[in-house]
């Protein structure tokens, strides 16, 4: 388990000074545009979906403006708009926290909190905020299908869940299902279902679809490929897990 996880909450606080050169931009961008948000922000949605989206990071001008996930930039008309499109939301998206657009059975959360320098956290930073990815995971009890925007986004939800990324590789539109002899029998052991999370571009458009309605093209992982770590830490992946 990351370092520091067992503690996190399930959302960073405002003033997280866990990355100085986040915290910086963030300070500069306070000053800069103080009526800007200009904070880590908190993920948006269902607390009981059962589906996960997971991106990358707050945009400067989109979610480190506004406060809330994919809101004031174009990515987030393309995911509110495909959202609405598939029956998740219920409201109308008109890119302000306070649209009263309300999202059902889905939640969407950020693999790193901070809005980073040219959109490109380092490393450093995306090992320092997994543990509020991992956290807010642990306290979504229904969540059974992850899709994560982006390479950074898919190994940071990978690694989250105990997995690693070498065994689980990212690509549009891939789909890994971690089932199996292995998976199955920790899932008996542990009352959980063996945990499914993918990656699929957010401007086809069809995302929610093909995580609902086309399992046959999912690649499904033998057992004996299934990670180590995987099964190590399957205890921790129960509580994010059950449905
Ligand atoms: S990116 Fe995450 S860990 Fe780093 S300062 Fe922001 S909230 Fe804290």
């Known amino acids: ?6 503690a996190a909450p399930p959302e960073a606080p405002l003033d997280c000074p866990l990355c100085p050169r986040l915290f910086d ?6 000053k800069a545009h103080p009526d800007w948000f ?3 922000v908190a993920s948006f ?3 009981s979906a059962r589906f996960l989206i997971v991106g990358l990071a707050p945009g400067l001008q ?5 406060g809330r996930p994919f809101t004031g930039d174009y990515a987030g008309d393309l995911l509110y708009s495909t959202l609405d499109k598939f029956g998740f939301s219920t409201g109308k998206f008109q890119a302000r926290p306070d649209d009263g657009l309300k999202l059902k059975d889905v939640i969407i959360s950020n693999a790193v909190k901070c809005v980073p320098p040219e959109n490109k956290p380092t490393g450093a930073e995306i090992v320092t905020c997994r543990q509020f990815l991992i956290s807010r995971m642990e306290q979504l009890p229904n969540v059974k299908v992850m899709l994560a925007l982006g390479r950074i986004a898919h190994d940071s939800t990978v690694r989250a869940l105990g997995g690693k990324p070498t065994a689980h590789v990212f690509g549009h539109a891939r789909r890994h299902v971690l089932q199996g002899p292995n998976a199955r029998r920790a899932a008996r052991q542990l009352s959980l279902q063996p945990v499914q999370y993918e990656h699929g571009p957010a ?3 069809d995302v929610p679809h093909r995580v609902q309605e086309r399992p046959e093209r999912s690649r499904r992982l033998r057992a004996d490929r299934l990670p180590v770590s995987f099964r190590v830490t399957a205890p921790r992946i129960a509580g994010i897990a059950q449905w």
């Open 38 to 40: 200009n904070a880590p």
């Open 203 to 205: 401007d086809r458009g």
């Open 1 to 6: 388990m990351p370092k520091g996880s067992i």
């Open 25 to 30: 931009f963030r300070t500069a961008n306070a």
């Open 62 to 66: 989109g979610a480190n403006r506004t």
């Open 45 to 47: 949605g269902d607390m």
